[in-house]
C-alpha cells in the first residue's frame, strides 16, 4: 500500500530551526509537495522536488532523497506566524497526490 | 500565482436539505479540480477528481449519489452534498491545477459546512 509518515506534532521555541521529515512508500513518484495549512484555513503551497537535492526559499527549505524516500522541511528563523501544520504529499505513477496527516509545529516564544 | 475561489465559505443548513458548493479557476483553466474533505486535526482526504466535461472520479468509500459532482466548464465544478446529515458536517476544500499533472496545486479557500 501507499504510505506517508510525519510527526504529529512537534515544538520548536522563536527564531530557532526546526526540521520537519516526511517519509514515503508509494506506487511510482512524480514529485514530492509541502504545504502549509493554518488551523481552519485551506493548505498553501510551500515547495515541490522532482529530484534530490536541496531546495532554498527563503526561510524555508526542502530536501529529498528519492532512494531512501525521504524529505524534509527545514524552517529557519522561526516565528509565531509560522505556527501551523505542514504537509507532506506525495504524487504518485498516476499523478495523484498522497498526503500525510500533517505535523502540527508548535512555535512557543 | 493561480486562484481558485471557493462560495461559501460557511454554510449550515438542516439534515435533510442538500447544500450547494462551488469551485472556480479565476484565471486559468482548470480540466481537472479535486475534491477533498477535511475532519477536525485530520489530513486532507481526496474525495473525487472532477474531470470537465466527463463523469467524476470518486475515491473508495465515498458515495457517488450523495456526493453529487459536477464540472460543467473549463472553471467551474461545484459538489453537491445531498441530503445531509450531521456526519456531513467537515471543511471541504477544492484544488486545480494549472498547467502539466506535474504543476503546483492550487487551493481554493475552504467551505465548512455544518448540518444541525
Known amino acids: 500500500g501507499q504510505n506517508i509518515d510525519q510527526p504529529t506534532e512537534m515544538t520548536a521555541t522563536e527564531g530557532a530551526i526546526v526540521q520537519i521529515n516526511c517519509t514515503y512508500q508509494?506506487?511510482?513518484?512524480?514529485?514530492l509537495f509541502w504545504y502549509q495549512q493554518h488551523a481552519g484555513e485551506a493548505p498553501t503551497f510551500l515547495s515541490y522536488n522532482v529530484l534530490d537535492g536541496l531546495e532554498e526559499k527563503g526561510r524555508f527549505s526542502s530536501f529529498l532523497s528519492r532512494s531512501k524516500g525521504y524529505s524534509y522541511l527545514l524552517l529557519k528563523e522561526l516565528q509565531m506566524k509560522d505556527s501551523a501544520s505542514y504537509l507532506c504529499?506525495?504524487?504518485?505513477?498516476?499523478?495523484?497526490?498522497?498526503w500525510g496527516a500533517g505535523t502540527k509545529l508548535i512555535i512557543k516564544p | 500565482g493561480a486562484v481558485v475561489s471557493q462560495h461559501p465559505s460557511w454554510v449550515i443548513c438542516k439534515s435533510g436539505t442538500s447544500v450547494k458548493i462551488e469551485c472556480r479557476s479565476l484565471d486559468f483553466q482548470a480540466t481537472t479540480m479535486f475534491w477533498y474533505r477535511q475532519f477536525p486535526k485530520q489530513s486532507l482526504m481526496l474525495m473525487a477528481t472532477?474531470?470537465?466535461?466527463?463523469?467524476?472520479?470518486?475515491e473508495q468509500g465515498v458515495e457517488k449519489d450523495k456526493f453529487l459532482i459536477n464540472h460543467a466548464s473549463l472553471t467551474l465544478s461545484t459538489l453537491t452534498v445531498t441530503s445531509a446529515h450531521p456526519e456531513d458536517s467537515s471543511f471541504y476544500i477544492c484544488?486545480?491545477?494549472?498547467?502539466?499533472?506535474?504543476?503546483?496545486?492550487?487551493f481554493g479557500e475552504g467551505s465548512r459546512l455544518t448540518v444541525l
Open positions: 504529499a506525495v504524487m504518485d505513477s498516476n499523478y495523484q497526490l498522497i
Open positions: 472532477s474531470n470537465e466535461g466527463s463523469k467524476a472520479t470518486y
Open positions: 508509494t506506487s511510482g513518484f512524480n514529485g
Open positions: 484544488s486545480a491545477r494549472d498547467g502539466a499533472d506535474t504543476g503546483e496545486l492550487f
